[in-house]
Structure formats: structure tokens, C-alpha cells
């Protein structure tokens, strides 16, 4: 799933009164995010949500109680499929290919310009809203984090890696390395991405030197 464009079925909230409507809710937080993406918590009021939605505004505040509630389970709920750490039973499985096989997604993910516009927005609301970045980072970073660890602790087992080096400091330059490559003005296209991806995994000790 695009980590932009149609929300996941959002977490069932059980309270007094008749079922809350699957359907409104997920309309409620499509709107919720396009409009952050498109100007950001500036331009996603309460009302402008429940416009775009087709809803009423006493729907949307019968659901959350403020905006920033809506906004970071919008982004919680439009996630990524994020992937585990990789099984202890795929040690036998060449860490290239391991590799390899999860770039598609990640190229797709990252080649999006709505995806990079979204991080942008959460980066900008950082200071005001910090809900925002606080649900980002834990739906987000932390279980792609995990991810890398696993597959850099297998790297450095294996030699690719020298055995004292840090590797949440690894983490951190391939993230940063790609968060600047995606936050500049012109959104790089899918075979760039790719490129790009390759060669961060490349110095990271993740994909062999000559390929």
C-alpha cells in the first residue's frame, strides 16, 4: 500500500452511542491527510477535513478531539506495510538478496513526491505540533530502524562491517543521506531512487562492492 494514499481501516475506538461508520472514518482520514500534505496543518481545519470528507463537522469532532489527534492517526493509519526485523529462519539467505528483494517497495515508497511532501509537512510542525512527528517517528522510523539493525548486525557477523563499528550511527548516515537526497526541490525519479538506494546500501556493507 502507498504509504499516501488510501488510509488503512483505522483502529476500532469503542465508546457509548451507535457504531462509528467505517466508511466515514476512513473518508475522514484520506482528507485529514491530503489536505496536510497539500498545506499542511495550516491548511487542514477541522472544517476543510469534513468538506473534502463529505461529512459534517460534528462528525469529525464526535472522533477526535483535536485536530492534531486527527492528523497523526491520519498518518499512522496511511503507513507503509512496514516490515519486521527478518526472521532468525532467513540466515541462510545471501544478505544481498535479502536486500534486493525489499528494494522494490522502498524505491516505489520513496519515488512518490506526496511522500516526501508529507515528510516536509511533519518536519515543519515539528515545533508546534509534536504529536506529529512523535507518531511518525514511531510508525515509521522505529520499525524500519529495527529492520536495518538486524540486517547491519548480519553485515558485521559476515565481515562487510568491522566488528566495533556503531551501527545506530550507520542508521543515522543512510537515513540522513536520504532524507536530504529526497527533501530537495525536484523529487527524483524511480531509477534514481533506485540508483541512490543501492549505493547507501553499498557503503553501508548491506550490497557486495562490484554489484
Known amino acids: 500500500m502507498c504509504p499516501v494514499t488510501a488510509p488503512a481501516d483505522p483502529p476500532v475506538r469503542r465508546g457509548r452511542g451507535r457504531p462509528r461508520d467505517a466508511g466515514a472514518d476512513r473518508a475522514i482520514l ?45 498518518i499512522e493509519s496511511a503507513r507503509d506495510q512496514i516490515p519486521d526485523a527478518p526472521p532468525e529462519d532467513l540466515s541462510a539467505v545471501p544478505l544481498a538478496d535479502l536486500v534486493n528483494q525489499a528494494l522494490p517497495a522502498q524505491v516505489d515508497m520513496l519515488a512518490d513526491p506526496r511522500f516526501a511532501a508529507m515528510i516536509a509537512q511533519i518536519f515543519g510542525s515539528r515545533a508546534t505540533h509534536p504529536m506529529l512527528m512523535e507518531t511518525y517517528w514511531e510508525h515509521y522510523v ?8 538486524v540486517l547491519l548486525r548480519r553485515a558485521q557477523q559476515e565481515g562487510h562491517l568491522d566488528a566495533d563499528t556503531d551501527l545506530d550511527v550507520v542508521i543515522d548516515m543512510m537515513v540522513g543521506a536520504l532524507m536530504y537526497r529526497m527533501l530537495q526541490p525536484n523529487t527524483p525519479d524511480h531509477n ?20
Do not use: C, N
Open 142 to 149: 522505529e520499525p524500519r530502524r529495527r529492520a536495518v539493525h
Open 30 to 74: 484520506d482528507a485529514a491527510l491530503k489536505l496536510f500534505i497539500e498545506g499542511g496543518v495550516a491548511g487542514a481545519s477541522m472544517e476543510q477535513i469534513a468538506k473534502r470528507a463529505g461529512v459534517g463537522k460534528l462528525t469529525v469532532y464526535r472522533r477526535w478531539s483535536s485536530k492534531e489527534e486527527l492528523l497523526s492517526q491520519a
Open 192 to 211: 534514481e531512487i533506485r540508483r541512490y538506494l543501492h549505493e547507501v546500501y553499498r557503503h553501508a556493507g548491506l550490497l557486495p562492492k562490484d554489484g
